[in-house]
């Protein structure tokens, strides 16, 4: 199984960026996908999640900013991100959780200039 984010890169402050994480996972609508996010010596934390049913939750400090969102038809994860602040820099990582398991992409950089 291999989750391969993209579409991270430099944006000023009050920009957008729209995140993919494509999954080879021959179930991929099934699996719970998630963003994360990990700045520099900080720990790892969660930014978003959508169920296989396209429930969504995100972290207080990214509602109305950020929306995530699936084609399960494309096997692929979004995030789009709005409004960036230098505080969203970090390097976000997917990740896919089914029947107790669960796989990691290989993060994308974003970051924020002001």
């Known amino acids: 199984v291999q989750l391969q984010a993209s579409g991270g890169g430099l944006v000023q402050v009050g920009g957008s960026l729209r995140l993919s994480c494509a999954a080879s996972?021959?179930?991929?609508?099934?699996?719970?996908m998630s963003w994360y996010r990990q700045a520099p010596g900080k720990q790892r934390e969660m930014v978003a999640t959508?169920?296989?049913?396209?429930?969504?939750n995100y972290v207080d400090f990214v509602k109305g900013r950020f929306t995530i969102s699936r084609d399960n038809a494309k096997n692929t994860v979004y995030l789009q991100m709005n409004s960036l602040k230098p505080e969203d820099t970090a390097v976000y990582y997917c990740?896919?959780?089914?029947?107790?398991?669960?796989?990691w992409g290989q993060g994308t950089q974003v970051t924020v200039s002001s």
């Open positions: 996972i021959s179930i991929f609508s099934l699996y719970g």
């Open positions: 990740n896919a959780r089914y029947g107790g398991v669960e796989y």
């Open positions: 959508i169920t296989s049913g396209g429930s969504t």
